[in-house]
């Protein structure tokens, strides 16, 4: 069965992207078949994996007016990991995604029951060809991450220090109980510190709050070779024995159990 893992947090410039990018090429590197879906327009992620950015195509995919051959490319890099990674690359329109699904509405009734459950639909009509599937979203609670939380397995939320407060999360929360409730009862989540100065006692103390009232896995740590990886387009698992980076996501993952 197909692992559905997605990237969420409703803040920007948390390390989302990042995570998925580490996650992504990790997995395929162990030798999984790996699918990343780009559902931030921004399309970060697509570009890092050497996929181009479309205009349109994913909106027309989760509607049902493309099939899943028309978007899927492959990953194009210089390492040999790369063979075992396609990318759904980001589209720019995504933001007319809500617009087309009222338009569309008779048709994903018909075929979907309801729209959150599109993502969910054209993912099984993937029939397992892969072994996992990370999706990238956007900073907001849009029918993305919906739409994401519903077809997914597993969430990782990476968390940055500032936000380290029940409250900062709440939003997202509240979604993933409502989402666990109604339409997934199998959905996890897991809460990553991430980009974290660990000298800075502030951001401790704020994490030890943090841990009382959410289960917390081991922290990525705020790093300059890790926006090297990003501008090289070389995840950390290929930088050298030294590098922090390359041992806090080899602890991550080695404890989520992603492998
Ligand atoms: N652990 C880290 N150490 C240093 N820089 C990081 C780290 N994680 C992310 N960044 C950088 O921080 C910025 C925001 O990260 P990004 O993954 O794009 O966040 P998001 O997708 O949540 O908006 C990017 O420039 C990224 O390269
Ligand atoms: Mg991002």
Redo the contacts with the bound molecule.
Sequence with gaps: MTQVITIA?N?????????AYQLSTHLANEGNKVLVIDL?SQG?LSSTLGAEVRRTLIPEWLIGDVDAQDVIVPSVGKYDFHKNLDVIPSSRHLANLAKLLILSEAEVRKNAGRKERLLKLRISELNNKYDYIVI?TP?MLGDELIMSLVASNRILI?TQAQDYSIDGLEELMDTFEIIKESENPQLEFSIIP??VNARRKIEQTRLDELAQSFKVTTP?????D??ES?SLKKPMFLMNRKSK?KKDYKKLWDSLGLM
């Design positions: 947090n803040k920007g410039g948390v390390g989302k992207t990042m995570q931030d970060n990238d900073p990476p991430s980009m990525i740590r705020n790093l300059v890790m926006q990003i980076g």
